[in-house]
């Protein structure tokens, strides 16, 4: 990588954690029947936000797309919806995974330039494809991941009345 892409990188990276950040903040305190209380008529929960985050986004886009990892490509024939987690399942568990598949991001993201061209695509979920480097695909999960922490926001403050301030 070039000086001035490795500083490029470092900026998407820098603001990627920050999103991620934001979502791991405003989830903190809240016991897991709350986590799992679903306050929207849309009825999803925040755990299952969360692990639409780590296996929607971070696997698919970094894993996937980018590293063309056979392994994560496969992991999506006949997965079940992300969105849907059981009330069983302990919030800690998909707390950890997000934590754990954003690792393995940060690890594809490292070791590419930000011009690197896709390694797949999935042209029967996503039609043709529209984005096409790495840095087009860190800007989109930036974007969906500040998206998502909009949502988890509004999710958190009509449950306890917290807010996540930002003022950057």
Aim: with cysteine; glycine share 6%; proline share 5%.
């Amino acid at each position: 990588m070039t000086d001035t892409t490795t500083d490029e990188i470092r900026a998407l990276l820098r603001t990627l954690r920050g999103q991620r950040e934001h979502i791991m903040g405003i989830l903190d305190g809240l016991d897991d029947k709350a986590l799992h209380r679903p306050v929207l008529p849309s009825g999803w929960s925040c755990p299952g936000l969360v692990q639409h985050l780590a296996l929607d986004v971070e696997r698919f886009w970094f894993q996937a797309v980018i590293a063309g990892d056979p392994a994560a490509i496969r992991s999506f024939d006949g997965a079940p919806d992300a969105w849907q987690v059981s009330p069983d399942k302990p919030a800690a568990e998909i707390l950890e995974l997000y934590r754990r598949e954003a690792a393995l991001s940060d690890t594809v993201i490292t070791a590419h330039a930000a011009d690197t061209a896709l390694a797949w695509w999935s042209h029967h979920t996503h039609g043709e494809p529209f984005l096409h480097t790495l840095r087009d695909v860190v800007l989109h999960v930036i974007t969906e991941t500040a998206c998502h922490a909009g949502h988890l926001d509004a999710a958190r403050e009509l449950t306890d009345g917290r807010r996540w301030m930002v003022l950057a």
